[in-house]
Nanobody, 128 residues
């Protein structure tokens, strides 16, 4: 059974740091692309950072480049978040998908939203 469980959310002050953990089970992680998505109140879920573990490619949204780091250790994928701002507030979801698109075989930058496995999310709040 595929499972993705997020942990490590919480509150931080602007300029602070948090680390999110996505603990995975039930699938072979090196064959997947794993991503972190953020959903702020009233907004759509957006890609934050992704790691294609099959080809090693990394992706960061422009707003988090230089501040966030995605990395893997065994069955866990982490999102280290530094220099946090209020714009980083939201629910963070971990998602996983086969490393290649099911129909075309192309490498995926991030998990496909409709066809991926998803965790339940972790709240991150950044405020003074």
């Amino acid at each position: 059974q595929v499972q993705l469980v997020e942990s490590g959310g919480g509150s931080a002050q602007p300029g602070g740091s948090l680390r999110l953990t996505c603990t995975t089970s039930g699938f072979l992680l090196p064959e997947y692309v794993v991503g972190w998505f953020r959903q702020a109140p009233g907004q759509e879920r957006q890609e934050v950072s992704c790691f294609n573990l099959a080809n090693g490619n990394l992706y960061y949204a422009e707003s988090v480049k230089g501040r966030f780091l995605i990395f893997r250790d065994d069955a866990k994928v982490y999102l280290q978040m530094d220099d946090l701002t209020s714009e980083d507030t939201g629910v963070y979801f971990c998602a996983a998908h086969n490393a290649r698109d099911d129909a075309t075989g192309r490498w995926l930058r991030c998990p496909e939203r409709r066809a991926s496995y998803w965790g339940r999310g972790a709240q991150v709040t950044v405020r003074s």
